[in-house]
Structures are given as structure tokens and as C-alpha cells.
């Protein structure tokens, strides 16, 4: 009974593989993101219903409930009071609502994608001094579902120094896909969002990476109609200020956060591998401020 089960499983997996990957990944992403922006009430409400279908979607702390698009509810804003931010200053918050993945220490400059499969800061990063300030930091990967707030914040006060465009493919990021691409988060397409803290002078990188029908992101740092894909150089400076909580932009919609921080870093209790944490709620704790 269990070897058949597991069997069962296995086929699923298999199925869930193909279908989302298996495919023309940059031509569906194309697709999706012009038809989720088609006004047309019929389109609207039947993508919506195959949309509930499918997920455990809950637009009850909508700000609004009418949407003109499908795309409009994907980045849907979220009623006041409806993610309370820690306002403990010795806590960095999670700055989205997600499904944690693998997270802990870094090692050396090698972290894990899931068991078994690890990848360097600098494949993913590159090589320099980026690379080098994290290489024996923390890091939580942080999935967004399809069904979730897909807006993301600032984990605590600080500066958003440069945003940097990393070019790459658009694989589904969900486990299934985590099992079986080895370094996919290092192969899709990603930015960097260097940030400094206020409290401690302490570095911060957010890197929201691409998957599949997700290759886009707007940032308010850099406008919400700047197309990062084909900025010169692929590096921005921003200098921008930013206070714990603060909307920083949103997934077009939604995929992963990877969040490094430095050593003195350490991760909350509740925050382990396949917890669900929404925005705002405590992520790490900071050092003793000097």
C-alpha cells in the first residue's frame, strides 16, 4: 500500500515537472503577462474562478473588491492594519508572506537550495564583494505562492543602495522543480536590492528571483514604469531611505525571496523549513544595538 502510494506521488510529480516546465517557459511567461491584463469582466471572472480552483486563493483583506483584471488582483493591496509590522527594533520582519524554505547559516559561501542540492554566493551573486560580505551569514528563502500577497516591504529602517539586474531562464521555482534543477535559483533571472541598516550599519541583500509566468518585479527605488531588463550597466544606484514596513514593490506575481544577512544575524525560533510567515512577523534577530 505505501510503495503504491508513494508511486502515486511520484507520477504527480513527474506530471507537475512536465507541465510547468516542460514547455516553452519565456513564451508562457509573454503569454500570461499579456492575457492577465485583459479588462474584460467575462475573462476576469472566469480566470478568477479557475484561479480558486486551483489554490487556496482568500481576497477577504483586499483593500478593494473589484478588480479590473486578473493582473490587478494579483497585486492586489491589502486593507490598513491587515499585516501589523513587529515593532520590536531588535527584529528584522519578514518582508513578504511566504512558505519558508531552506534557511541557516551559510557555509563558506555555500548554501542549499533543498537537501542535497547546494549553490555558491557566487553563482548566484557573482564573484566580488557582494559575495564575500555574506559568506558566513544567514539566509532565508522565502516562496510565495500563486494564491498570496505578493507585495513586499522593507525589513527594517535603512538605505536601498543599488539594485543590480542578474539576466537567466524562468524554471518553476516549486519544490517539485527545487528537487530536481540543480542551482535553479542561480540559472533564472534575479535582482539584487543591497540595502545598509540603520540600526548597526548592518549590510542586507534581498534577491527576488523569477519563475515561471513571473519574470517581472517593479520597484518604487527605481519607479514603478522602469524596466530594469534593459537598463545600462544592469546596476542602479539608488541611496533610498526606507523605514521598517515600508512597500519596496511587487512580484508581477509571485515567486521567491532570498534574504542574506551577516553572521551576528541569527534566525527567529519560529522561523524552520516549511513554516508559513506572513509579512511583518518576526524573521531574524538583530545584535545588540552598541
Not at 17 to 26: A, D, G, K, S
Not at 146 to 173: L, Q
Not at 224 to 245: E, M, Y
Request: aromatic share 8%; net charge positive.
Amino acid at each position: 500500500m505505501l510503495r503504491s502510494t508513494l508511486a502515486a506521488i511520484a507520477r504527480q510529480e513527474d506530471l507537475n515537472f512536465l507541465l510547468t516546465n516542460r514547455i516553452p517557459r519565456r513564451l508562457a511567461t509573454r503569454f500570461i503577462g499579456w492575457f492577465s491584463r485583459i479588462e474584460n469582466p467575462l475573462i476576469r471572472e472566469a480566470s478568477l474562478a479557475t484561479w480558486r480552483l486551483f489554490s487556496d486563493l482568500d481576497l477577504s483583506e483586499a483593500k478593494s473588491a473589484r478588480f479590473r483584471s486578473l493582473h490587478d488582483c494579483f497585486i492586489r493591496e491589502l486593507k490598513d492594519g491587515a499585516r501589523p509590522v513587529d515593532p520590536d527594533p531588535a527584529v528584522l520582519a519578514s518582508p513578504c508572506d511566504a512558505i519558508v524554505g531552506a534557511c541557516g547559516r551559510v557555509d563558506d559561501g555555500r548554501v542549499l537550495q533543498v537537501k542535497g542540492f547546494p549553490y555558491t554566493l557566487d553563482d548566484l551573486l557573482g564573484a566580488g564583494e557582494r559575495s564575500r560580505r555574506f559568506r558566513d551569514g544567514t539566509y532565508v528563502t522565502l516562496r510565495l505562492t500563486a494564491a498570496m500577497y505578493h507585495r513586499f516591504h522593507a525589513p527594517h529602517d535603512g538605505r536601498i543602495e543599488t539594485v543590480t539586474y542578474k539576466s537567466g531562464d524562468t524554471w518553476n521555482v516549486n519544490p517539485i522543480a527545487l528537487k530536481r534543477i540543480e542551482k535553479l535559483f542561480c540559472k533564472n533571472e534575479r535582482a539584487l536590492i543591497d540595502m545598509t541598516l540603520k540600526r548597526g550599519g548592518h549590510p542586507l541583500l534581498l534577491v527576488p528571483v523569477a519563475a515561471i509566468l513571473v519574470a517581472s518585479i517593479r520597484l518604487h527605488a527605481l519607479g514603478t514604469g522602469f524596466d530594469l531588463r534593459r537598463s545600462a550597466g544592469r546596476s542602479i544606484p539608488c541611496g533610498q531611505d526606507v523605514r521598517k514596513g515600508q512597500e519596496l514593490g511587487w512580484f508581477e506575481h509571485g515567486s521567491t525571496i532570498i534574504l542574506f544577512a551577516p553572521g551576528g544575524l541569527r534566525l527567529c525560533d519560529a522561523v524552520r523549513e516549511g513554516a508559513r510567515i506572513r509579512m511583518g512577523e518576526p524573521l531574524l534577530h538583530l545584535p545588540p544595538a552598541a
